[in-house]
């Protein structure tokens, strides 16, 4: 089965992260390894990364780490792109430094220049931390909603940034539900779900998926809007989730809610059960009538995606 958890809050310490996962059963999970929304990045003190590398090790817990939202390696600007190439590296070096194997990143937005000339400067950039950098962390990239001149809501794109790199081998993917919606990929139906699929394998190779977001959509197929919410409750419905979970050809993978949550974790401990209750031989299998008697006592709309 997959391996399913949630992004968790690394505040106090980044080991902090790993004791939330645990307090509420996750299987995996994802944190920051600085602020998301700052360019500097406090060095990790010797018994943080000490303390971090134990918890991790002692309770076996998959663990992805996710890149800053500031982040933009398609910016034809050379001052933001620079910047954003800076950052990239500190956070693969972050990554390194505790044993994190993965860091999730969006492609970024190409702000006008062009699809071609952003992938060019993804893959640039891209190439540049493989010369720098070691295999003890992979870059995943995200698929998106394609809001605005943000790439990655075509398969295309990443056909590209794949043909423009030196060692294609060395990055992976990850896909995100409501991402997917967004971009107008339909994966709501059964059908819908094996052509896409089957065009991404094709193309790129199914095997180079590392991990999910499970996110639910507020809005529908092909919107290209980014705003996630608790599973069952949007426009994926049950059925997306269903379909992914089942796929046995993702079985053992990361898949991480990023859904609305109070500090209690109290949404991510309802999203998980309901996530669960969608396995082939879940007993008893959740339905859409169960979903308002889960969510009984849970504050639904307070908090902020994970």
């Not at 939330?20 to 929304?37: D, M, P, V, W, Y």
Request: glycine residues 10%; contains cysteine; hydrophobic residues 40%.
């Amino acid at each position: 089965m997959p391996l399913l958890g949630a992004h968790c809050s690394a505040a106090g310490g980044v080991w902090r992260s790993i004791e939330r996962g645990q307090e509420i059963g996750c299987e995996a999970i994802q944190l920051f390894t600085k602020s998301n929304r700052q360019w500097k990045a406090r060095p990790f003190k010797t018994e943080e990364v000490e303390q971090f590398r134990a918890l991790h090790a002692e309770s076996g817990l998959p663990v992805v780490a996710h890149g800053s939202y500031l982040i933009n390696l398609a910016s034809s600007d050379d001052a933001i792109w620079q910047k954003s190439l800076d950052a990239f590296l500190i956070e693969m070096d972050r990554c390194r430094t505790l044993g994190v194997p993965y860091l999730v990143l969006h492609p970024g937005a190409h702000t006008g220049s062009g699809v071609e000339a952003g992938v060019a400067q993804l893959a640039k950039a891209i190439n540049q931390a493989h010369d720098r950098g070691d295999d003890r962390a992979m870059l995943l990239l995200e698929i998106t909603a394609g809001t605005g001149t943000t790439l990655g809501a075509e398969i295309d794109h990443f056909v590209e940034v794949l043909a423009r790199l030196q060692a294609p081998e060395r990055i992976g993917f990850c896909f995100d539900s409501c991402h997917a919606i967004g971009a107008g990929w339909d994966l709501i139906s059964e059908d819908g779900y094996a052509a896409v699929m089957a065009e991404w394998d094709a193309r790129i190779g199914l095997d180079k998926v590392r991990c999910w977001h499970l996110n639910d959509s507020q809005f529908p197929l092909g919107a290209h809007r980014d705003r996630h919410t608790h599973i069952g409750l949007g426009e994926c419905g049950l059925s997306t989730f269903r379909n992914i979970l089942n796929d046995p050809r993702f079985a053992d993978l990361p898949m991480l809610l990023e859904t609305p949550k109070d500090e209690d974790q109290a949404q991510d401990v309802v999203n998980l059960r309901v996530l669960r209750g969608l396995y082939a031989d879940a007993e008893p299998p959740v339905t859409e009538a169960d979903l308002d008697g889960m969510w009984e006592g849970v504050e639904r709309t307070a908090g902020k995606d994970g």
